[in-house]
């Protein structure tokens, strides 16, 4: 913590805050909507395709880099979970929407990767959008990744931007085969995709808690520049936090309450449940938002706190030493007439008021707390 | 108060805000929604199970350490409230479960305990969590623990973290029949339950008030940064009072407003009650914040107070000093030609001259009134 | 004003803030709701009953010590209102509450003072709760007594802490029969008596406005503590009124709005106007803590503009003594070949330079506009 | 601008902000709702009555002193205007509410004069209040005037406290009988007289605009105190036009949206377009808060900007000389054995060494940019 | 950016943020509504009038100066879009609005250029306001400009203040006749407009994220008063971005949400996609405002941390050479009994304590990490 290599904008090192909240791959003019760009960072190096085929009694998993192949199998058995990584092929996601005949527009939003947190229910097709967060530790920095599913009868297709993602429980579930996972429907699939999202939220909350109560404790004691600049920085991190985590909540809540014909009742309490944790991140959110602009507040009196303990050391030493020179000076004057300079016990006596005004001063900044 | 040995912050005396927020103990990767995983810290040694059965004219009472003999008797009689302290044994909760087919999803929600407070309606059983809050002196800290309460035709299940609780008064009530509680039903239990624990609220309320006003009255004085971390460290601890406070309106208006069928309209009538209160404990949390900001302010205005003061000393000592400085320096020039010097009068004049500009000077800041 | 007697927190002249908010008198632990316990400081030295008789062409007054002995009289004729002054004796609501089949709740929320307005319809009775507010002149405090009134087809309860109240004019317009009020039923007269109450905030809010307008002028010219204090004391004191009229307006929203079988449309149309006008009440209050929190700012700003002169003065003085004084020093050296110092013209020649720099620093002083 | 004979403040000069808010003359203890009397400063002279008279095809317009004959002609005929300057005649009121049957309470309202703006159907006859605005560039402050509107089948009643009103080009346009006003009925001549009251408010805003960018262009340069009273003043009035604007809008909402029988589809479509600029008034006047608050952060902001100049200034003369007058009093010492004071060169040596230190200095502070 | 040349306040260079919030230009008075004139500036020379009329087959485009001309073209064939750039030939929206029956209010708010964005539903036509923005980069100022549309069952009719669009890429796209965008109606080629004007605020918040964080950066290291103007003119701005976006998601969600006769279903998702833009700028303007109120809050810190380090200077310097300075003095006295004088190894022992007193003080200092 201590050591100065921290640098949150070093050149490259992180996307602008904005940069992270509007794309700025626009589409190129003349496109119309329902064009079929991808408008991110490209973030992986080849698309990989994970087709994971289960039912009560078995599961099958494949790797796939040919999108054709993989829809060819997914459709001959019972329930598929395609997963794909990496956007920038867009014939993958074309392929995949042709085959099921999902809307353009879907499409369109699953490759612009700045979008918000939605469901939008299609009838025969669900679509949803949420956020994975990771927290970066070297910059204090919040990563998002756009994760959307398309959810059918009998199939969902998971899109993420790049390999690495927090959904390796779900799948081991999926392999032990413990509890409901297998034995039910699409929907529960992907209601435990997203909980598995939701809950991973949690970990970064406390990840910035920790760092925060961290900065806060130094924040006291040395109120530095880099410290005011971390905290700021994590204030700001906390506005994409906060812009992943708002939208979800309605998401969640459409997608309990309104009636959509993929999602059974019995799903619905448990996308109750996802929901109520959302709520939670969110006030949990805002209660850490809370906290930084208390932290901010306490750099501010750290701050004027030294600004005060430097004024009360130049006030004592000038207050006591200004006058006691003024009397050295007066005795220091060339005036013939002055009749205290032959005086033999002069000398010693201005010295002793000297003191006694020193310790007097002394005695009231005492009194004043100034010491 | 004056002592310095306060601290908030000592290592291991408190779990930090944010954990306290969010619990800290993630269910292990590859558990499913519904699997009874324990996720808070252990509060209770053992876990201590109370059983109260009790009709208009008998009561009996009863502790098992076994969950299976305790619900067999429950089972026999009338009404039976149990009440279970500590949750680190999922079985106790598991058993409960099974026994009166409570949802799996209650239950992961009575043993994962940084649960919002919430009221859900599962038709043959009611579920409700609600939060006990306790203020410690010795840190000024708020403890919060969920109490979970599962609500059925003939009995009320409550689940707690640890030993100790508010609901010593309706024990007190239910073993000398006084009032209406022994001849209600399970829902009038409930509600007796909550209300003791939003009673209690306004106990919390009135220590932090006083805690305030006395911080409040020493900042204007002293205004010291431990001060100022009290101050800060007591607005912490509202946000934890107003995240269990704030969910429990909506929580009791659900109970109150829908038709629950467990929930009869005369303790509907008393659940109204209930949530004015806990209406007017969130007006009051509203209105502590406000006070405690206040007192920031108040700090900041002491802190510059105290800086203008110092400011206004200095300024008056280097400015009555530094001009006499000045004078005497003149005449400790050594130049040969400087016919004052030899001038008899010249020494006393100079004194008077002084004299009567620092006098000059003294007036003049006394009609400033800085003196 | 400017007398230093004002203290708002001498001890044990005013309840603290919290404590206005909150009554401190919990219930003894062991009482269930609906026991009828006064929680409330006793305000009034014994219990006073007031009842006035009235119809279109007759009205009869009279006092009572013995509720008994009043509700026998009230019941014979045809519009009563019966006026308690004073709460410690449980006995006198539980009579009413008997003698009228009203809700033990309603009892209840009579004696326990620290209420939020409401109203409840029970049928055939309306429980009314308001606060009057008074504002102590010599204290700048606002001080709250809860007026409850519980209205029946025929008469109309008025429950108080204290004696003395605003209904006077009520009273004289009964007495003489000047309007409707004696023709019209017990909805129109519990009209009058909230319709009382609430003209009368307007009256404090005007004296606030006086008191902080009156501060704010202060502050500017000399912004001591105790001012920030006092404006600090009304910002607090406001919250006190915030929390009194807020819940009116929907208390009264309520009244008029809903169809309750005891409120005749008539009486509704003025009901709407009492609604009015606390609806302006609310708006009031929050434009005076804006005000007030804008007496801060200038508090502030005021208190930084004399910082701002006290440094100005500081540098001017040392800014033109500190150079001068060191030209004295130089020629105040001992060294032996100092050549100047036997030059004739050098010390009137220094003399002049002196002069010259401290003219030149005064100009450049006043062309920064710090003179 | 620069004159300071500015003086928002002047005694007598202006009512109070609060007296603006709440009208101070309470209607006297003892008088009923509905009993009319004027409870505002009497702004007018003698009451003034208007009559115009129009059809699709002529115009009649007169002036009445004496209200019954007034009210005789205008009976008579088709459309009638009557507008009525000045309210502390009561009789004048009161003998319209006879004539036209309108309730008391509408009377009672036309007559105190710190209405918030609000619309009443009352089946035969509507009733509107808005508040024309008008600012005074003298002391910087908004005029506020309360215009009443009774408007029935056949006849607008306008009510104003002061004669001088912006109904002019109204008046103008029946007069050449332009467009469609002559020809439609009451509804869209009321229409008309809040469209000029809403269209006035923008010329106010305007001006307020042009205001504060002036202070904000002086408070950077010289941030003295009186322009932060300026602007605090502002900021102040900014809360009296919100007051007067904010009910506007639900006002017209009320007008367009609530199917009321006096107002047709036609003039609901023109009152939407009102409230469109309702709306637009609202958004600017916050806008315009936000501009003021961003100002008084700037006049923060110069103040602290010329502090640092001030503290620089003293820093870089200080900071230079003591070092130097230590030297110089260094070889003013007395002692016998000082070894350098009769060295030939020690004493150009010095001033060498002086001047160099004193040009370090000076480039070092002109390293860290205090020059 | 360092350039001193940046002046977003040169006179006449940019009209006032008021008067881009309310237009000055007021209906001359004795003009009623529905009176054609145009209020706002005129910003280009002359009425450009484009036709282009297209099918699934075929397009065709035109320029015109006279409206009528167009006009007739356009009624001949089957969808025609007609764009006008200039409202100052009131003349022009006339013809169109009589040759296509269209309200004279909507005629009146074409021509008034303030009004805020919204959609108004005339059964046969529809009529929609969205707001043209673009960043001038020289004077960091957000340039407005209405668009207006009226869209008929076979024609769309767009109105612009000045030349140059954003909707090129709209025309290239029906040029190349590429999507579906030539084969549906009119209300897909206003959604196609309205998509093109938000797509385009994206750019916008790119920019001024790009410009906060550039001053941000600068701000810590040297806060300068232009800076701060800059970030505070930059906060203005914001403003009228709000006032832009903000009633735009109103506009969109009405256009989407409400049945309206002319918007097919299909076109109904596509604007459901740019309402969900709309949504995403406004959170990402709202992000914006944090972020720059951040950069306020670091200017601040930076110049409180300054003035700190101005102080630590010179109370280094003072407090070392002020004691310093009165040693010096005392041995500058002319007493003739002072034996230290005479003593050999007096002089040099001074200056070795004077060394250490100061290094002991700079030891100090260090310890207090003021070095």
Redesign the interface.
């Known amino acids: 913590m201590k050591d100065s290599h921290w640098r949150p904008?070093v050149a490259g090192a992180l996307p602008?805050?904005?940069?992270r909240?509007?794309s700025?791959q626009?589409?190129p003019?003349?496109?119309?909507?329902?064009?079929l760009v991808h408008t991110g960072d490209r973030k992986a190096e080849s698309v990989l395709i994970r087709l994971i085929e289960y039912g009560p009694d078995f599961i099958d998993e494949g790797q796939f880099e040919d999108i054709k192949a993989c829809l060819d199998i997914a459709r001959a058995r019972t329930m598929s979970w395609v997963n794909v990584d990496g956007l920038h092929e867009v014939g993958v996601v074309e392929a995949v929407g042709e085959y099921f005949g999902v809307?353009r527009?879907v499409l369109e939003?699953i490759l612009s990767t700045?979008?918000?947190s939605?469901a939008e229910d299609y009838g025969d097709h669900l679509f949803v959008i949420v956020k994975m967060l990771s927290f970066d530790l070297a910059t204090d920095s919040i990563l998002s990744e756009q994760v959307s599913l398309v959810v059918g009868e009998s199939f969902v297709f998971s899109f993420q931007e790049r390999r690495g993602d927090v959904f390796?429980?779900v799948r081991?579930?999926l392999r032990?085969g413990?509890?409901?996972?297998r034995s039910r429907g699409s929907d529960y699939l992907a209601?435990?995709l997203i909980?598995t999202v939701v809950?991973s939220y949690?970990?970064i909350?406390?990840v910035?808690?920790?760092r925060?109560?961290e900065l806060e404790?130094q924040v006291?004691e040395?109120p530095t520049?880099e410290l005011?600049?971390r905290i700021?920085h994590l204030?700001?991190e906390m506005?994409i936090l906060r812009?992943a985590v708002w939208p979800l909540r309605e998401t969640l809540g459409q997608l309990y309450r309104e009636e959509m014909p993929l999602i059974t009742t019995e799903t619905g309490?448990?996308l109750r449940?996802v929901h109520?944790h959302a709520?939670?991140v969110i006030?949990?959110v805002e209660?850490?938002r809370?906290?930084i602009s208390?932290a901010?507040?306490?750099?501010?009196?750290?701050?004027?706190?030294?600004?005060?303990?430097?004024?009360?050391?130049?006030?004592i030493?000038?207050?006591i030493?200004?006058?006691?020179?003024?009397f050295?000076?007066?005795?220091?004057?060339?005036?013939?007439?002055?009749p205290?300079?032959?005086v033999?016990w002069?000398?010693p006596a201005?010295?002793v008021f000297m003191g006694v005004t020193a310790g007097g001063m002394l005695w009231a900044f005492r009194r004043?707390?100034?010491l």
């Open positions: 904008r602008s805050l904005i940069g909240m509007v700025r626009q589409k003019p003349g496109t119309g909507p329902g064009t809307h527009l939003d700045s979008q918000r939605k390796e429980p081991e579930r032990q413990k509890g409901r996972i209601y435990a909980d809950d949690f970990h909350l406390e910035v808690g920790d925060i109560e404790e006291l040395t520049l005011l600049e700021h204030r700001r506005l812009r309490i448990f449940d109520d709520v939670q006030e949990t209660s850490l809370e906290v208390g901010m507040d306490l750099y501010m009196s750290g701050v004027s706190n030294r600004m005060n303990e430097v004024m009360r050391v130049l006030t030493i000038a207050t030493f200004i006058p006691l020179s003024f050295a000076g007066v005795y220091g004057m060339n005036f013939q007439y002055m205290e300079l032959s033999r002069a000398y201005l010295l004043k707390r100034w």
